[in-house]
């Protein structure tokens, strides 16, 4: 939370009207001001305060500052109003009269400093002033300029040949009719839109100007006197000798309903009211030698400024709802503590004080007069207004009563000197006296003589195991005792006709429905019903029967304590509950609660002292040296805030200008944003909540730091909400909103993948093209060397088979030479088939499984029907699907002509059955005869079965021959597709 000092000045005298003084807030660099040597302020279009400062230009939002880091030197004079919006005039001593755009932070340059001639009225501005005409005014050491932004023409008057401060040759102000006039040290001005040359009307010099609503200027002249003066008529009305000297600024302004002037001085600050002719001095200003160089009105939030060289200074003209009375010291000692307070009528107050005695405050004049105790240690405890306006007292030393002036012991027997908690006045005149840790007893009013109402010996106890806090005395006569019963519930009340005291809940049997067994405090509540404090509240009609209840676990979001002390209702039905935690006002049956808080200018938060719903609706709470004086109308008025703003953007922790369509477009690369809000409220103690969401995510809570920050955002379409509200939970209806764009990178965006999957289907396209035309061209050489097989090498082994044939024929019968040709017929038939499977299986036409089984089966027909054996093929339908490559044929188709060529030459079979079937991604080959079978497993130099089982293992398959003696063979093969 910021920390705010408030200054608060008093002029005090015994038992006399006291003149209240104003409440400054003071802000210096702690706040983040830039210098604390503050020379001038404005205030933009969108509600912003600028301050001028030693050490360059800042603009406040009523809670932070935003420095202008392209500004460090210091700036003299600024000047803005909606005549010029969005732009800000500034002079800055290092470079000249320059130009802001309050909402880009775009510096432009009106006029350079030029410090290279001999002028002193280049290079010091002072005093920016915009008329009506758009014509921007300032003064130098010797001259006055007026720069027309319309024409960019520049005039300039030559005012003197003495070499004088910029700041006081010339003080600008424009009258009703459009005239400007300057007030300075050499006289007085004017420049009507008619005349090209300024006019003089005085001789007498000024130090400062300023302007009533009725339209007449109030000047301040070098002497310290105080001049109203007449624009039209063009003289002066009145004069008043101040004898203030060294007058720096003069501010128009309304206090307690009637008109009043700021003045600045060089070391001091008063408000004078013309109508009482009566001067408030801020002596504390005097006292610290505070220069005041400047004050500035915020008319739309009625806020004064006072720039000096200790920071600046903040007045609302606004009645304030909450106001701190302080208990003049000259008067009592402090620290003291306000421990009751009790209303007379609508504006007289007793205070019951923690030491000396007690007080009555009159609030129409601010007046106090003290009673003083005989002895200054006694403690009130409470002060009760009795018959024929008579004044008596609860205190630590016993029961007293105002007389003479002084206040004086009352002789109750049983009672003096006991601590007293409460004191009442019964229907029948009866004073009940209640001490503390004993019993409760009972005087007749007019002798105060001892009574028994009660049966003393049958409540021998109950005062003694009971703890009672204070009386309530109702408005059918009942008398009410509150406070805590161990063995029951804290609420009684006197039952005359039984002479008896009846505990209310155990009569309507309502246990659950107290919020306690122990109670703070009672009170009368409206509508004839009693209302009790604890842990929350209760409400009892007069019978005693709870008809309301309020638990404070119930509105733990809201109630920040479980301890509420004080109650009381107003005629407008709201209940007032102070706690340990602040005051809260419970209204519309909970429909709204306010939370009020130190700091919305509360004396404290511990409301365990003094507290009282006065008459008029209005409510005090004793603190510390003082009290709290709640306005009657403060729930009824509803604050209103400027729309809530963006005051700051920062993108990647640089500053960025704020979009006025509150549409945000980033790059990719830009993921981290810092906002700031403001509602521009410049309130003396901000109360104000945040909270934001983003797109249908939930409420986020920012407490009273209007500040947010977002890292890593993904990129999409954002709408963000903030909301401003009360701390009591109750939000404004209507929040800001703003669009954020965050671009994709062009990797993340559509069109990337669109390209993407193009690229990689080109990619693959290209990749199928290349492969299909390798495909076609290993097919056309395929071809060609199965071409060239058969033609060439098939022929020619043809042709040797032929030839051995006929060598047969015609050799005489030699076996040598037969046995030779022989095997040249043999090998060249043997190398004819083999290299007419590799013609086949070279063929292209021939990759379809289909087309493999053809050949097998051809070929084992031909073999089985030559040797007349039976044979059954099982083969699958439809293969012409399956495409094998070249090498899985040719492996295949050898593995079964081996195993065909073994079973006719072998097995002397006379039944084969062949099956092959496609299964899944695999094909599955059975060969099995009913031959005379063979050891499997037996050592052989044949190669036929080892082939078998290494182009099985080639193929990525499986093959089991099962075979037994006498019981035939079965060959099993299975290989992947």
Known sequence: ???????????????????KTPVLRHIDAKEGLPSNLVWDATTDSDGFTWFATERGLARYDGHRFFFLNKSTKRVSSIFTNSLCKPYLFAFFENAGLLRINTKTYQIDTVQANNFNNNSPNDDKYRNLFLDSQQKLWWSTAQTVQCLDLKTAKKTVYKMTHEFLGAELLGHFIEDNQQSVWIFGYNGVYRKTKQNKQLVKISNEPFASVTQDKK??????????????????QAKILQRIPLNKRNITSLSFTHYQQQNALWIGQASALSLFLPEKNQVINLPEIQKNGIRINAIIENKKQQKRWFCSNEGIFQWSSEESKIENIIIPESLVKHPVTVNSITAEDSNTFWLGLSHTGIMRWKKSDNSFQVFKYPNPEISTNAVHILPQNQIWT????????VKNEILQAVNLVGINKKPINDITLDDEQNLWVMPQNSAIE???FSSLKAISLWNKNEYKNYFTENEWHNFVHSSDGKTWLIGWMPKAYGINYFDKKQRKFVETTGLFQQQDKTVSDYFYRGAMGQKQSILVVAGGFNRLDLSGKVIQKVHCDDWSSIFESITWTRIGEDKKGIVWVGTSEGLYAYMGGGKKILKIKTSDGLITNDITHGFLV???????VGGVNGFSLISSNFTSVKKTHNQLILGSLKVLNQETTIPENHQLTLERNQTNINLDFSTLDYDFNATTNYRYRLGENAWVELGNKPEIRFDNLKPNQYLLEVQAGDNSGNWYAEPFKMTIYLKKAFYETTGFYVLIVLLLAGFFYALYRFRYQQLLKLQHVREKISKDLHDEVGSTMSGISILGAIIQQKMPDNPLIKNFTDRIVEDSKRVGDTLDDIVWSVKPQNDQLDQLLIRMKRFASDLFDAEDIRYQFDLPESTEHIKLSMDERYDLYLIFKEAVNNLTKYAKCTEVKIKIEVQKHSLFMQIKDNGVGFNPNQQTERNGIRNMRSRTENLGGRINILSEKEKGTDIQLEIPL
């Open 442 to 444: 009972v005087f007749k």
């Open 215 to 232: 339209g007449n200027f109030w000047a301040a002249t070098n002497q310290g006197d105080l001049v109203k003066f007449d624009p039209i």
């Open 614 to 620: 006065a008459p008029d609706n209005s409510v005090l």
């Open 394 to 401: 609860s205190s630590s030393e016993g029961v007293f009563r």
């Open 1 to 19: 939370m910021k920390h705010f000092l408030l200054l608060i000045f008093f002029c005090i005298f015994q038992a006399e009207a006291q003149v």
